[in-house]
């Protein structure tokens, strides 16, 4: 059983450019969630997706978005980077449902610096 | 809305000594909570949930509603315990976990 992964580990974009970041779910998992950790802070959710549809979003701007492909893998895109943008971005893969199948296991995430 | 509070970003125990780490929160409904905890170059996982009553490496925690708390405790700290330390509250339609701000706990030899 493989484990959640992330790509890029690290990027360095401007102010003004997008970048997009790519998360392979656990095997078997079909729902992702993405969120954000600024230095010294928790994780902030993103936005959910399941069966390629978004299934739930947290407090972010339009120009975050993302995708879910076939193979329950993801991508999370943002438009027009801003300084705050900074941050390292965790992706977590888990399956539907309220008991303990439904834990969200995390990747290492990808460290997005924004000049 | 929800929201998960830890007041203590750093906490320092010696080796042996009861350690506690504070999480309050505010919801209302009935809420889902967890420990998560990030070892040293490692990547976050799950300690244990409230749900499951469960002792995680020895690590316990009990959902207080009168209180809205969820302390996580364990009764003699290990060096191997070091790490960083996060509640979270499990909420909305996704299921989406709201984390607290950490923190992170160094066991003193």
């Known amino acids: ?115 | 809305a929800q929201r998960v509070t830890q007041p203590e970003k750093l906490l320092s125990v010696f080796k042996g000594a009861p350690v506690e780490l504070k999480c309050n929160y505010s919801y209302s409904g009935s809420p889902e909570l967890f420990w998560y905890v990030q070892y040293s170059r490692q990547r976050l996982q799950l300690l244990l949930r409230h749900i499951s009553r469960e002792s995680i490496k020895g690590f316990t925690a009990d959902l207080n509603k009168g209180e809205t708390s969820f302390h996580l405790k364990k009764p003699f700290a290990q060096e191997e315990d070091s790490a960083m330390y996060y509640c979270a509250l499990r909420s909305g339609s996704a299921r989406q976990l709201t984390f607290g701000s950490g923190t992170q706990l160094t066991v003193l030899p």
């Open chain 1, 1 to 115: 059983e493989t484990g959640v992964t992330q790509s890029p580990t690290h990027l360095i974009k401007t102010r003004g450019q997008q970048v997009t970041l790519r998360c392979s779910s656990q095997s078997g998992h079909n729902t992702v969630s993405w969120y954000q950790q600024a230095l010294g802070q928790g994780p902030q959710f993103i936005f959910q997706y399941y069966r390629e549809e978004e299934n739930g979003r947290g407090n972010f701007p339009p120009r975050f978005s993302g995708l879910q492909f076939p193979n329950y893998s993801s991508e999370l895109n943002v438009n027009a980077l801003e300084l705050d943008d900074s941050a390292l971005y965790l992706c977590a893969s888990s399956l539907p449902g309220r008991t303990s199948t439904d834990t969200q296991y995390f990747g290492p995430g990808t460290r997005l610096t924004v000049l």
